[in-house]
């Protein structure tokens, strides 16, 4: 069975400071990894995958991710937060292929302050 | 492509009543998840269709629940009868079994049952 945890609840930076939010996965197989980003009253946008191509995955809005087989990680970063940054973040495993089901972690919701 | 398209957006009913949530997935996808929003649980995987054909229907709460899928482009999600408890942002995400495994997801259906 595949699972996803999302170490913090709750993540706080200041404006200009590095992201990061971690992620550490379970999976049988060879898993695809996935950041996904919820805005307020909006559903999940994709912000990067991993699907056994480069480990260094470059996502929309500065975001980057790293595929860790050794420490089964993808923690997602952002070398310098922006207010517009502020959002609740996902990640997110599938056992590989299409048409598999997305197993999500609990989230964590990123605040950036001035 | 429009997206996913999820209706209605909003839906307040009553205990007791029938709810219908509608979801349209983008063209080609051929395989469309039903996700559970809530504050408690976080992201629960209801239902996942391939094909039109239910794979996996352990997360479906109990029997209140049924989901269909009666060709490609149409799926629904039924609460017969709903309960307060029912409450939640429902999500439905289509995804493509070729080489891009992401889930899309539309803008939810948020269901307040009073």
């Not at chain 2, 509608?22 to 395989?31: A, L």
């Not at chain 2, 649980?41 to 229907?57: A, K, Q, S």
């Not at chain 2, 009666?70 to 939640?88: C, G, M, V, W, Y």
């Amino acid at each position: 069975a595949q699972s996803v945890t999302q170490l913090g609840s709750h993540v706080s930076v200041s404006e200009g400071a590095l992201v990061l939010l971690r992620c550490n996965y379970s999976s049988s197989v060879p898993p695809y990894l996935f950041w996904y980003v919820q805005y307020p009253n909006q559903g999940l946008q994709l912000l990067l995958k991993y699907t056994s191509a480069a480990t260094l995955v470059k996502g929309i809005n500065g975001f980057e991710a790293e595929f860790k087989k050794s420490e089964t990680s993808f923690h997602l970063t952002k070398p310098s937060a922006h207010m517009s940054d502020a959002a609740e973040y996902f990640c997110a495993v599938s056992e590989g292929g299409g048409g598999n089901k997305l197993t999500f972690g609990t989230g964590t919701q990123l605040k950036v302050e001035l | 492509d429009a997206g996913v398209i999820q209706s209605p957006r909003h839906e307040v009913t009553e205990m007791g009543q029938e709810v219908t949530l509608r979801c349209k997935p983008i063209s080609g996808h051929n395989s469309l998840f039903w996700y559970r929003q809530t504050m408690m649980r976080g992201l629960e995987l209801l239902i996942y269709f391939n094909n039109n054909v239910p794979i996996d229907d352990s997360g479906m709460p109990e029997d209140r629940f049924s989901a269909k899928m009666p060709n490609a482009s149409f799926s629904t999600l039924k609460i017969q009868p709903s309960e307060p408890r029912d409450s939640a942002v429902y999500f439905c995400a289509s995804s493509s079994s070729g080489f891009s495994p992401e889930a899309f997801f539309g803008q939810g259906t948020r269901l307040t049952v009073v």
